[in-house]
C-alpha cells in the first residue's frame, strides 16, 4: 500500500497584485509574504494572516529581475534579494522592511567579478552564498551578515567557466550544482567553506532544485524530467538511491520546485511549463519513487511551506502574478473498538473499492485518505459481522 495522503485542500488565500508579474521566488517569514514582481522591478508585501496586501517598492535601476533570496532572507529589519541584471551586471539588496507599508531601498552591492549575474542565492543566519555566472569565471561569493544592513563580500568559490546552478544549505553543509555536480561542503568555518563530498545526479542537466528532508537530498532541474534522491547520511560519500523519469508519469515536464512532508513519505514537484501543477510522489521508499496523484495550479514554480499550508508560486502566463496556498496537512484517524475492524476506501467516480486499512481490537490509529478529500469516500466495517459502523465513532486527528 502507497503512503496515505490528502489531496491538497485550496486555503481560499490568494497574494496577488497586478504589477507584481512572474512570483516564482519569494519569502515568507514571521506572517508576511515577500513576492518580488521578477519582471516588474519591485517588491509586494502581503500580510499572511489576513491575505492582504500592505506595501510595495519599485526600483528600475537595481530591482532588474528580482528574486527573493532562499533560506532566512530576513534579518531583523532586513529582507535580502538579488537581481541577475542591471547597470554593473547585478546587484545583492538590501530592503529595510521595519514599516511593510512603506519598505525602502538600504543599500545595493554589486561586484562585476565575483558577483557578475547574481542568480542563485542562499542566507543563513550570518552569511550569504551567492552562486553567480556571466563572466569569463563564476563563482560563489561568500557575505558576512555580522551588519545586517551592509553585507560586506569575505571569501569565494571559483568554478571557473563551469555553470553553476542552485546554491543551497541544508544541515551545516553547502551544496552547491557546477555542472553536472552538486558538490557537499562543510560549514565549520562558514566563510571558508571545504569541499566533503560530491554528487553526480542523472538529471541530465546543471542542477538547479535542491531539497534535503532527513537524511536525504532530493536534486532536479528545469530543463530535466526527473529527479534523484540521494542518502547524504556520509557527507564524505552521497549514496545515490534512484533516479525517477516524471515524463512517464505526466507525459512533458519541467520542474519548478520539490517539497518533502516532514514524514519524509510525500514528494511534492511543480510543473513550471507544461501546466500539469502540483505532482506528488510517494518516496517512503527511496529506491522506488511512485507516482500518486497532482493536483491544478498551471505553471506552478518556487513552494515554500509555512504554517501548515504550501504555499506555490506562479512562474508563467496567467498565474504568473499571484501565490496560492493549500492545506497539506496530514491526518489520521484514532479509535477504540471490541472487534478487529477494516477501513474502506472507495472512488466516489465509480464506487469501486480501491484501498483498505486493518486494525485489531483496542486502541487503533489509521492513515485513510481524508474525507473532506473530495476525491475519495472512507467507510468503516467491522470485520466479526460485516455490518458498517458508524462513521460518528471515528474521530480525525491532525498529526503535525
Given at each position: 500500500m502507497s503512503s496515505t495522503y490528502n489531496l491538497p485542500i485550496y486555503s481560499g488565500n490568494q497574494y496577488y497584485v497586478s504589477s507584481g508579474r512572474n512570483t516564482n521566488r519569494f519569502y515568507i517569514a514571521d506572517d508576511w509574504l515577500y513576492k518580488p514582481g521578477t519582471y516588474s522591478n519591485n517588491i509586494t508585501i502581503f500580510n499572511i494572516s489576513s491575505a492582504t496586501y500592505s506595501g510595495i517598492l519599485t526600483d528600475a535601476t537595481y530591482f532588474i529581475g528580482a528574486y527573493a533570496v532562499n533560506g532566512?532572507?530576513?534579518?531583523?529589519?532586513?529582507?535580502?534579494?538579488?537581481?541577475?541584471?542591471?547597470?554593473?551586471?547585478?546587484?545583492?539588496?538590501?530592503?529595510?522592511?521595519?514599516?511593510?507599508?512603506?519598505?525602502?531601498?538600504?543599500?545595493?552591492?554589486?561586484?562585476?567579478?565575483?558577483?557578475?549575474?547574481?542568480?542563485?542565492?542562499?542566507?543563513?543566519?550570518?552569511?550569504?552564498y551567492i552562486g553567480a555566472n556571466g563572466a569569463a569565471n563564476n563563482y560563489v561569493s561568500i557575505w558576512s551578515l555580522a551588519t545586517p544592513s551592509n553585507p560586506?563580500?569575505?571569501?569565494?568559490?571559483?568554478?571557473?567557466?563551469?555553470?553553476?546552478?542552485?546554491?543551497?544549505?541544508?544541515?551545516?553543509?553547502?551544496?552547491?550544482?557546477?555542472?553536472?555536480?552538486?558538490?557537499?561542503?562543510?560549514?565549520?568555518?562558514?566563510?571558508?567553506?571545504?569541499?566533503?563530498?560530491?554528487?553526480?545526479?542523472?538529471?541530465?542537466?546543471?542542477?538547479?532544485?535542491?531539497?534535503?528532508?532527513g537524511n536525504y537530498m532530493y536534486v532536479s532541474a528545469w530543463n530535466a524530467s526527473g529527479f534523484d534522491i540521494w542518502d547524504i547520511t556520509n557527507k564524505n560519500s552521497p549514496v545515490k538511491q534512484s533516479s525517477h523519469s516524471i515524463d512517464d508519469d505526466v507525459g512533458n515536464m519541467q520542474p519548478g520546485d520539490m517539497w518533502v512532508n516532514s514524514q519524509g513519505t510525500l514528494l511534492f514537484i511543480t510543473d513550471r511549463y507544461y501546466s500539469n501543477g502540483v505532482l506528488i510522489y510517494d518516496v517512503s521508499d527511496k529506491t522506488?519513487?511512485?507516482?500518486?496523484?497532482?493536483?491544478?495550479?498551471?505553471?506552478?514554480?518556487?513552494?515554500?511551506?509555512?504554517?501548515?499550508?504550501?504555499?506555490?508560486?506562479?512562474?508563467?502566463?496567467?498565474?504568473?502574478?499571484?501565490?496560492?496556498?493549500?492545506?497539506?496537512?496530514?491526518?489520521?484517524?484514532?479509535?477504540?473498538t471490541d472487534s478487529s475492524i477494516v477501513l474502506y476506501a472507495y472512488r466516489p467516480s465509480d464506487g469501486q473499492l480501491f484501498d483498505t486499512w486493518s486494525g485489531t481490537m483496542g486502541n487503533y490509529e489509521a492513515w485513510p485518505i481524508f474525507p473532506a478529500d473530495p476525491l475519495h469516500l472512507l467507510a468503516v466495517r467491522i470485520e466479526d459481522n460485516n455490518e458498517t459502523a458508524s462513521f460518528g465513532s471515528v474521530t480525525p486527528v491532525i498529526v503535525s
Open positions: 532566512a532572507a530576513v534579518k531583523g529589519d532586513y529582507l535580502y534579494t538579488v537581481s541577475p541584471t542591471g547597470g554593473t551586471y547585478g546587484y545583492l539588496n538590501v530592503i529595510n522592511v521595519s514599516n511593510k507599508t512603506a519598505p525602502t531601498r538600504t543599500t545595493s552591492k554589486a561586484d562585476a567579478t565575483y558577483m557578475y549575474g547574481p542568480y542563485y542565492a542562499y542566507a543563513t543566519s550570518d552569511y550569504i560586506t563580500r569575505v571569501a569565494q568559490i571559483s568554478y571557473s567557466s563551469t555553470v553553476i546552478g542552485e546554491v543551497y544549505v541544508y544541515d551545516e553543509y553547502l551544496y552547491v550544482c557546477y555542472g553536472s555536480t552538486v558538490g557537499v561542503y562543510s560549514l565549520s568555518n562558514p566563510a571558508s567553506p571545504s569541499l566533503s563530498g560530491t554528487m553526480t545526479p542523472a538529471v541530465g542537466n546543471v542542477p538547479t532544485i535542491l531539497h534535503g528532508n522506488a519513487p511512485v507516482y500518486l496523484n497532482k493536483f491544478t495550479y498551471a505553471y506552478a514554480g518556487k513552494m515554500q511551506s509555512y504554517d501548515g499550508l504550501l504555499y506555490i508560486g506562479g512562474s508563467n502566463d496567467s498565474d504568473d502574478k499571484q501565490v496560492i496556498s493549500y492545506d497539506v496537512t496530514d491526518h489520521k484517524f484514532s479509535g477504540y
